[in-house]
């Protein structure tokens, strides 16, 4: 066994996630496994989302997502084979081991991984996130999947079967994943104090940055998520796997095992050192047994004793049975020499003699460890991995249910409906669970909708039409259609229009909207200028990374860009000092650049 027999034992859910955290943390294969696929996915879930938001094309974005999703899945495989390597196997894990088992399993593993999405979709809608609590089986799928027992399809009935009792810890598992809170809060406050230490220590202006870290931001919201769904794919690997393990240790004593491999066994000297250890130990006792023997044919001899001496001649004297023997010996020849006792010495040597052969005739005692494994191969002990045998010790399975037997009933109506000439196909088997009755037909039938859903995604993607696309009109020419629709687009207004209203508004002292209209103004005379790009979609900060004017005029738009964020977004108090300055700043930019050309 790779690890501790005590580590070895069955768990309650709080101590398997606390193993499984553990593990990641003193593991590096299984984040270097794990990471790049979780951030491919959370990448490619951030460009869907974008693409749908600006009514983009969704083709390559559901295309990267789904080729990401298929990588996940893969990569979830390898690194429960790899966890499970390192727990229960004798030899060192190896990544790329893990890769090849798992891209052998591959299609398995996407399908499987769809089931459980399927599965994990149905709790959240019927049950608003409570049947988590009471449904939990499937946590367990990659590492099953990997084991390759069972149909995918019915991968929450195998996963029970191979789960056992920790079945019924392993919803409470997934609730104490529910730490991940920590982990984001954990991210949010380390980004806080980067930003402190950066304004602090080293001067950067990390205002904008500041602002967009905030609690209030969902898009800030958002990426904290995507980071903490990224690092914590490496625990649901390992849960996954030592949940596993945690069933096998309950129905088949893998702690049991563990602890047999570990018990002293008796080490026997081999090659020159046995024969070395044979010279010295063996070498006087050897004189010694055939000295005994001597005297005790003398004695026989001496008082004509019918005593039997062949056993000792024939089996020879046991190192640990030459002191016994010897003081047997000396006090028959006391009863001889000494007492001139013939009988009593005869009796004595008969009897010593006869408890030797008793004793001889016991079997040897076995070790610790030998003991163990004769406990252990007993029947109720044996798992075999014969799928024959298997099948013959298992028990007889349960009656199916209503649902299994009634598309049973019509698959045989469907075959007596062809033709005699045609060849009957095989009997469809089916669950033989009652509670699983009909699962895979629920699966199957979850897993089409999902693709009907998808493909109506990639239909309709196609039948949308672009904003600012042109079409042929009536006559054959080119119409252009608006950018915006919008009252508050800064291309719905000239920039004078824009400054005009501006200057209403501070005259009635609202001053916040004031600045509001005359940093419209500013953007849309920069768009007409062709120093920009003007799109709502974009943020003020983004129109200054694609700035394409000059230096002066791109530190003035920058000074503008902070006051105006800090005013409309801060929600700041703005007087009319704070307007007057800004007028003052956007008055050179709002003056038409020569030899512009004025674009709509």
């Given amino acids: 066994m790779a690890v501790d027999a005590l580590e070895l034992r069955p768990r309650n859910a709080v101590a398997l996630f606390d193993a499984a955290v553990r593990l990641c943390a003193t593991t590096t294969g299984v984040w270097a496994i794990t990471l790049p696929t979780g951030a491919l996915l959370v990448a490619t879930a951030f460009s869907l989302v974008e693409a749908t938001t600006r ?25 429960c084979h790899y966890v499970d390597q390192q727990v229960v196997s004798t030899t060192a894990p190896s990544i790329r081991a893990s890769l090849l088992a798992a891209i052998k399993r591959a299609p398995a593993l996407i399908v499987a991984s769809t089931v459980m999405a399927v599965i994990n979709l149905a709790l959240w809608v019927f049950t608003l996130g409570i049947g988590f609590l009471f449904v939990g089986a499937h946590a367990a799928g990659y590492a099953t999947t990997m084991r390759g027992q069972g149909s995918v399809l019915g991968i929450y009935g195998t996963c029970s079967k ?17 730490s991940q809170l920590i982990l984001a809060l954990n991210v949010h406050l380390m980004t806080q104090m980067v930003l402190s230490l950066g304004r602090g ?46 069933g096998r240790v309950r129905q088949e004593g893998l702690d049991l095992i563990a602890q047999v491999e570990q018990l002293p066994r008796r080490k026997k000297p081999r090659g020159v050192a046995l024969a070395i250890a044979l010279a010295l130990c063996f070498a006087l006792p050897a004189r010694a047994e055939s000295s005994l023997v001597e005297r005790a044919a003398k004695l026989t001899d001496e008082c004509a004793m019918r005593v039997d001496l062949a056993p000792l001649e024939r089996q020879g004297i046991p190192d640990d049975e030459q002191s016994s023997l010897t003081r047997l010996i000396s006090r028959v020849e006391r009863r001889v020499f000494e007492d001139d006792d013939c009988d009593a010495a005869e009796a004595d040597l008969r009897e010593g003699l006869r408890l030797y052969a008793e004793l001889q005739a016991q079997p040897a005692p076995l ?86 859903v998808l493909l109506f995604i990639l239909i309709r993607s196609f039948k949308r039409k672009q904003p600012g696309q042109t079409e042929l009109d009536e006559t054959g020419g080119l119409t252009q259609q608006p950018l915006d629709h919008d009252t508050m687009s800064a291309l719905s207004k000239p920039p004078e229009t824009w400054a005009g209203l501006a200057d209403e508004l501070a005259a009635k002292g609202e ?24 799109d709502p979609t974009l943020s003020n900060w983004e129109y200054l990374f694609a700035f394409k004017g000059a230096s002066s005029l791109k530190a003035g738009f920058k000074d503008l860009t902070r006051r105006f964020d800090f005013a409309w977004y801060g929600n700041l108090g703005v007087d009319s000092l704070a307007y007057a300055m800004f007028r003052k700043v956007a008055e050179p930019l709002l003056v038409p650049a020569e030899g512009s050309t004025t674009r709509a």
């Fill in 55 to 79: 009514h983009e094309s969704l083709v390559f974005p559901v295309a990267a997502w789904t080729f990401a999703w298929i990588l996940r899945a893969v990569s979830q495989g390898a690194a």
């Fill in 367 to 452: 070790d610790a460890q030998d003991t163990a494994k004769k406990i252990l191969s007993r029947r109720e002990f044996q798992t075999s991995n014969d799928p024959e045998k298997a099948a013959e010790e298992e028990p007889p399975p349960d009656e199916p249910g209503w649902l299994a037997k009634l598309f049973k009933a019509l698959w045989e109506w469907l075959n007596k409906q062809r033709d005699d000439d045609r060849p009957t196909p095989p009997e469809v088997e089916v669950s033989a669970s009652p509670a699983m009755a009909g699962a895979n037909a629920v699966m199957i039938g979850a897993i089409v909708l999902v693709a009907a």
């Fill in 201 to 246: 220590l080293f001067g950067f202006d990390v205002t904008f940055v500041e602002r967009f870290t905030s609690l209030d931001n969902p898009t800030w919201l958002a990426t904290v998520a995507a980071v903490t769904f990224a690092l914590f794919e490496p625990v649901r690997a390992a849960t996954s796997t030592l949940m596993l393990i945690d």
């Fill in 511 to 534: 001053y916040r909207e004031a600045i509001r209209h005359l940093y419209l103004a500013l953007l849309s005379r920069l768009h007409r200028d062709g120093v920009i790009d003007y």
């Fill in 162 to 178: 191979l789960l056992g009792p920790t079945r019924h810890i392993a919803p409470w598992v997934r609730v104490c994943g529910a």
